[in-house]
């Protein structure tokens, strides 16, 4: 492949660039030696990875490798190539922090659940590897094994929960065979709502997955019962599974800011309507996260408009520093309408390796970048990257989905209005979704030029989500080709305002109690209702919580918010204490109540001095019923005692 040394060594001015043409091989002596030397090494190469790291042995400093070939040197346009493979190379030094990781454990108890002697033959294959129990649904004729080596029972599951290492299943129509069972089995009498616990599910019923996203959930595997070659995949993988795992723990949450609810009224649950896997529920006044059943799409993160849950392969503001490295080296290095395409590993790594081996490769402005899932990139990246001076922003997905990718859908809808509004042209965000890689190459191609901002924002910011999207959108706007002040947004977008009916409204600040950012605000001092939109994501929860329901959320970006001062939604005359002259509620409000109560209850009958209470402030209110002597119950007949449950009991006791 064709190296533009030149190219890179633009792009990559802080670094000492080496370029040789068998390093692996004839060249090892070269490597050997960069691996005594202090300081981090970068090797533009994976291939022979184990090679290289046998060689480095125990170095002192860090030594990663990137992928220049595929991605960039096999291209028909390789010779076009240096300002990405420089922009790779950059991309690539960027630190990752590490993440956690939760453990697994498998004793491998397996449940094969199946329908015919299928399930039957997947046994006797795990026989001698795990500890196996056939369960037949519904079952035709089941030939008796002449040795009994695993139980095999009929019932149908009824409910299934958990993950490796903790099914557990509740099942009906149970029954165990009887055991002098001729030419078929014969089964005793059923019973219903049994729970069975096992390590590994097997499903070959055919039928009905047990769990959404059943791909994802870890120990639960399952095969077409007609297919031998899956399910003889199924059960190679599932003999595997016996001992301890340790599986990344893909998201961080905060319950402090989870914005779900206040006081059992439900605000945002855009984390709870995208997850797959069903790993979050809610937990009180915010949602859980179960990072066993996670399987890290990473929409959660995505959509979180608080922060609340943060992605971990890599952190939000790591993912950002990556596109900065990327996009500004490939510009110094003398690129020009950069194409950025995100994808996984699993899927988009290969069809881009296969596209380099067998078809024309990537083309040269396009800079793949490789995340753990696509799902995972929020509104902040696609915002960051055109702010950087990316002219397009593709996401490689397959033909059909493992799972849901509505997240991203929305992600990619606001992020086009908000391009569209500050005038970027064409289709700067869109999907490439297939299994071809001629497919993906062709649509690659058809990408034309596209213009990109004249002079790309540089900036480097750390935090979470929501101050990394306010920040990477004020840049945007500054360098965007056609700055507006206000772009409406669909509907989900974490970024709006609200529309207060003012008449409507009593100045009960219910609202400002659950605003979980400080949005709405009061003032100690008066009946005052303030709004401030830089704060507001839109979480709904003013809307729910309103007692008069005179609260509409309104999706948009204001550029102007994070200047501007609080809005004054609504003020009013303050009611003062009739007594001690210290401001206590709304008059207006005070003034119904005593129009409400005077000569209209028992307790404040017209012209009684009974009425300055209500005109006064809680301490006020205190001395002066003291001071009267005031007792709210005088002159009222006396009632019935209250009921116990022994009254109730002696009451049923006597009818019985």
Same mark, same amino acid.
């Given at each position: ?18 370029? *040789? ?9 070269? *490597? ?28 002192? @400093?860090?030594?990663? $490798? ?39 454990? =498998? ?25 196996? #129990?056939?369960? %037949? /649904?519904?079952?035709?004729? %089941? ?6 080596? $695993?139980?095999?029972?009929?019932? /149908? %599951? ?6 490796? @290492? /903790? ?16 030419? =078929? ?7 219903? @709502? ?13 039928? #009905? ?96 408009? /608080?922060?609340?849950?943060?992605? +971990? ?14 996009l500004l080296t490939y510009r110094e290095a003398g690129g020009a309408n950069a194409v950025v395409l995100f994808h996984d590993s699993r899927h988009g790594s290969a069809l881009i390796d296969a596209l380099a081996r067998h078809g024309d490769g990537l083309p040269a402005t396009v800079l793949p970048f490789a995340v753990n899932e696509v799902t995972q990139v929020g509104l902040e990246a ?12 593709? $996401? ?42 001629? +497919? ?16 790309? +924002? ?28 206000? %772009? ?42 303030? *709004? ?19 609260? #509409? ?12 001062? +609080? ?16 401001? *206590?509620?709304?008059? =207006? ?18 012209g009684d001095k009974r009425m300055d209470v209500v005109r006064m402030c809680a301490d006020c209110r205190v001395i002066a019923m003291s001071e009267q002597q005031f007792d709210p119950f005088k002159d009222i007949p006396a009632r019935a005692p209250p009921r116990t449950t022994d009254d109730y009991l002696r009451r049923r006791e006597n009818k019985d």
């Amino acid at each position: 492949m064709h190296l533009d040394t030149a190219a890179v060594k633009r792009g990559c001015r802080k670094s000492e660039i080496a370029e *040789f043409r068998q390093l692996c091989r004839a060249e090892l002596d070269h *490597f050997r030696s960069a691996a005594r030397a202090e300081g981090s090494l970068l090797v533009g190469c994976t291939q022979e990875a184990p090679l290289f790291r046998r060689e480095a042995g125990e170095r002192a @400093g860090k030594i990663d $490798f990137v992928n220049l070939r595929e991605t960039a040197g096999w291209s028909v346009e390789g010779a076009k190539a240096g300002p990405k493979m420089a922009a790779l190379l950059a991309a690539a030094s960027e630190a990752e922090p590490a993440y956690p990781f939760v453990a697994l454990k =498998s004793d491998g108890v397996v449940l094969i659940y199946g329908r015919d002697d299928v399930a039957v033959e997947a046994g006797q294959l795990l026989a001698d590897h795990l500890d196996v #129990t056939v369960m %037949i /649904t519904k079952p035709a004729q %089941i030939t008796p094994p002449a040795t009994t080596s $695993f139980p095999i029972v009929k019932g /149908t %599951i009824r409910n299934a929960k958990g993950y490796l @290492g /903790t099914f557990e299943l509740t099942v009906d129509d149970y029954a165990a065979p009887d055991p002098s069972s001729r030419d =078929s089995l014969v089964f005793e009498a059923s019973r219903n @709502g049994l729970t069975s616990r096992c390590d590994l599910v097997l499903d070959l019923s055919g039928g #009905t997955p047990l769990f959404p996203a059943y791909d994802l959930r870890d120990g639960y595997l399952r095969a077409d019962p007609r297919d031998p070659t899956a399910m003889l995949r199924a059960v190679l993988k599932a003999r595997d599974l016996v001992g301890n795992f340790d599986k990344p723990k893909y998201v961080n949450f905060t319950a402090s800011l989870c914005a779900h609810s206040r006081s059992k009224l439900t605000g945002c649950h855009r984390c709870l309507d995208l997850c797959p896997t069903s790993a979050i529920t809610p937990h009180g006044d915010h949602v859980k996260i179960d990072a066993e059943i996670c399987a890290g799409c990473g929409q959660c993160a995505a959509a979180c408009p /608080t922060g609340a849950a943060t992605y +971990a392969l890599p952190p939000g503001d790591t993912l950002l520093h990556k596109l900065r490295a990327m996009l500004l080296t490939y510009r110094e290095a003398g690129g020009a309408n950069a194409v950025v395409l995100f994808h996984d590993s699993r899927h988009g790594s290969a069809l881009i390796d296969a596209l380099a081996r067998h078809g024309d490769g990537l083309p040269a402005t396009v800079l793949p970048f490789a995340v753990n899932e696509v799902t995972q990139v929020g509104l902040e990246a696609i915002v960051a990257a055109f702010a950087y001076g990316a002219a397009g922003v593709r $996401f490689l997905l397959r033909a059909k989905p493992l799972h849901d990718v509505t997240g991203l859908s929305q992600t990619i809808a606001t992020a086009d209005a908000i391009l569209s509004g500050l005038g970027f042209l064409g289709c700067p965000v869109a999907t490439v979704e297939t299994e071809d890689p001629d +497919a993906l190459g062709e649509t690659l191609k058809r990408i034309g030029p596209a213009p990109a901002v004249e002079r790309p +924002a540089t900036f480097k910011t750390v935090g979470k989500r929501p101050d990394l999207l306010r920040f990477a959108l004020s840049e945007l706007h500054r360098v965007a080709p056609g700055p507006v002040d206000v %772009i409406a947004l669909p509907e989900g977008a974490p970024l709006g305002t609200i529309s207060v009916n003012i008449e409507g409204c009593t100045l009960c600040l219910s609202c400002v109690s659950v605003c979980p950012t400080g949005a709405l605000r009061d003032d100690p001092e008066r009946p005052v209702l303030k *709004f401030v939109e830089d704060a507001c994501v839109q979480c709904g929860l003013c809307q729910s919580t309103c007692p008069e329901k005179v609260i #509409t959320l309104k999706p948009q970006i204001d550029f102007r918010a994070a200047r501007a001062a +609080a809005q004054i939604i609504k003020e009013e005359e303050p009611a003062f204490c009739i007594r001690c002259n210290k401001p *206590f509620g709304v008059k =207006s409000t005070i003034d119904k109540i005593a129009a409400k109560l005077e000569g209209r209850h028992w307790m404040y009958p017209t012209g009684d001095k009974r009425m300055d209470v209500v005109r006064m402030c809680a301490d006020c209110r205190v001395i002066a019923m003291s001071e009267q002597q005031f007792d709210p119950f005088k002159d009222i007949p006396a009632r019935a005692p209250p009921r116990t449950t022994d009254d109730y009991l002696r009451r049923r006791e006597n009818k019985d």
